[in-house]
T-cell receptor, first 114, second 115 residues
Framework: DTGVSQNPRHKITKRGQNVTFRCDPISEHNRLYWYRQTLGQGPEFLTYFQNEAQLEKSRLLSDRFSAERPKGSFSTLEIQRTEQGDSAMYLC????????????FGPGTRLTVL | AQKITQTQPGMFVQEKEAVTLDCTYDTSDQSYGLFWYKQPSSGEMIFLIYQGSYDEQNATEGRYSLNFQKARKSANLVISASQLGDSAMYFCAMRANQAGTALIFGKGTTLSVSS
């Protein structure tokens, strides 16, 4: 399967703990995006990488959120000191260098903060 | 600021019938892209169809077509010959003038197809 993969698929954590999610994009895609989706809403953009450069991060929800893509391949999204309001689906997408920016999404990581 | 509006929270259709899902958008950009995604209960977002703002023809992909009315700022998705497997959440999305930027999504429409 050469689609976007995300791990873990589900994460349950206690309030105050740190969590890290991983995204592996489609191998030839140089663009990678993180979105958050809460129940009954469409995905909400968080941040965007082109290769290893983080070109947009102003939409990260707070300074507790950070993302990296150190070698321009996989990416991680970290949430520090989780809060109950962080409970959501975290989606990763990738798109190729050329084309219309069709973004191909992974299956998501569902976070539950107790 | 860009905005996507989907006014139909839920739609119901019988198998083999056609259905139109509404989407209106707001942008001051001249160049933009419009997308439709399907999200089944499994959660994965599936890309369906794309329309560029300068495309003169309406986009089509199999049973999906996009009814693009630029002056009205609408980009409705038409699904012909509905199938039970079409039951899902459908999202309309827009990207701003540059490729590689974020997609802005609407709140979605839940489509239920019955036999």
């Amino acid at each position: 399967d050469t689609g976007v993969s995300q791990n873990p698929r589900h994460k349950i954590t206690k309030r105050g703990q740190n969590v890290t999610f991983r995204c592996d994009p489609i191998s030839e895609h140089n663009r990678l995006y993180w979105y958050r989706q809460t129940l009954g809403q469409g995905p909400e953009f968080l941040t965007y990488f082109q290769n290893e450069a983080q070109l947009e991060k102003s939409r990260l929800l707070s300074d507790r959120f950070s993302a990296e893509r150190p070698k321009g391949s996989f990416s991680t999204l970290e949430i520090q000191r989780t809060e109950q309001g962080d409970s959501a689906m975290y989606l990763c997408a990738s798109s190729p260098r050329t084309g219309n920016n069709e973004q191909f999404f992974g299956p998501g990581t569902r976070l539950t903060v107790l | 600021a860009q905005k996507i509006t989907q006014t139909q929270p839920g739609m119901f259709v019988q198998e083999k019938e056609a259905v139109t899902l509404d989407c209106t958008y707001d942008t001051s950009d001249q160049s933009y892209g419009l997308f439709w995604y399907k999200q089944p209960s499994s959660g994965e977002m599936i890309f369906l169809i794309y329309q560029g703002s300068y495309d003169e023809q309406n986009a089509t992909e199999g049973r999906y077509s996009l009814n693009f009315q630029k002056a009205r700022k609408s980009a409705n998705l038409v699904i012909s010959a509905s199938q039970l497997g079409d039951s899902a959440m459908y999202f309309c999305a827009m990207r701003a003038n540059q490729a590689g930027t974020a997609l802005i999504f609407g709140k979605g429409t839940t489509l239920s197809v019955s036999s």
